[in-house]
Nanobody, 124 residues
């Protein structure tokens, strides 16, 4: 049973923008905090952004702060990541994750559910 589904990845030139989204139609979405992680080839999966249940609190990795914006719409059971001023080093598979109880927002093991990922490629 697929609980989280990402969409919106693709190929973009450096300096461009992309928006990736994640839907959780089978979840009580507002019960979960949501995060975005990414994994580049040969590297470990790393934290990108976090948003709390209401959407009133967000947290970003230093590498994306000021360029990426996480948001959520609990009525539509979706969370999105707007990515601006993209750099080649942002190239990765992007994963959304849901956590019922989070102790450390940037620790992947705190999250309970994961999507299948969507590829984002930034060309130089």
């Amino acid at each position: 049973q697929v609980l989280l589904v990402e969409s919106g990845g693709g190929l973009v030139q450096a300096g461009g923008s992309l928006r990736v989204s994640c839907a959780g139609p089978g979840l009580t979405f507002s019960s979960y905090v949501m995060g975005w992680f990414r994994q580049a080839p040969g590297k470990e999966r790393e934290f990108v952004a976090f948003i709390n249940r209401s959407g009133g609190s967000t947290f970003y990795a230093d590498s994306v702060k000021g360029r990426f914006t996480i948001s959520r719409d609990n009525a539509k059971n979706t969370v999105s990541l707007q990515m601006d001023s993209l750099k080649p080093e942002d190239t990765a598979v992007y994963y959304c994750a849901a956590g019922a109880r989070i102790t450390n927002a940037n620790r992947r093991n705190d999250y309970d559910l994961w999507g299948q990922g969507t590829q984002v490629t930034v060309s130089s």
